[in-house]
């Protein structure tokens, strides 16, 4: 098993599941220009070689989240910057539905901003 799939294989279900398929739907999203790495013990995806989001948990909202680089220049509702400079996160409730179609247009606005 790779480090990246240590890090998801570390996770509970239904956590694990819901931040497998994420990650699978960001990663079939651009095929070509997609990558993923492990950056500071978290799963990162790059856009190019570039850093485009990564996943994580909050411990302050007990729950995981997806943070965007390039968020400080996405403006939506449900992103939260809590004084971060570059990034914005949107946090994932594993209560609700997964807002799929979300995470994937955020992450195309964020390729926007990388050169």
Same mark, same amino acid.
């Given at each position: ?25 960001? *990663? ?5 220009? $997609? ?30 989240? $997806? ?6 220049? *996405?403006?939506?509702?449900?992103? $939260?910057?809590?004084?971060?400079? !570059?990034? !914005? ?27």
């Amino acid at each position: 098993m790779n480090p990246i799939q240590e890090y998801f294989y570390r996770i509970d279900e239904p956590e694990r599941s819901t931040l497998l398929f994420i990650r699978k739907k960001i *990663l079939e999203s651009d095929t070509e220009n $997609i990558t993923e790495t492990l950056s500071f013990g978290l799963p990162f995806f790059k856009y190019k070689k570039k850093m485009l989001c990564y996943l994580y948990y909050s411990k302050k909202h007990k729950q995981h989240y $997806i943070s965007f680089y390039h968020g400080d220049r *996405l403006d939506h509702p449900l992103l $939260i910057q809590e004084g971060r400079k !570059k990034f !914005k996160i949107l946090l994932i409730d594993m209560e609700e539905d997964l807002p799929v179609e979300l995470i994937l247009d955020l992450t195309n606005e964020v390729k926007q901003y990388i050169k």
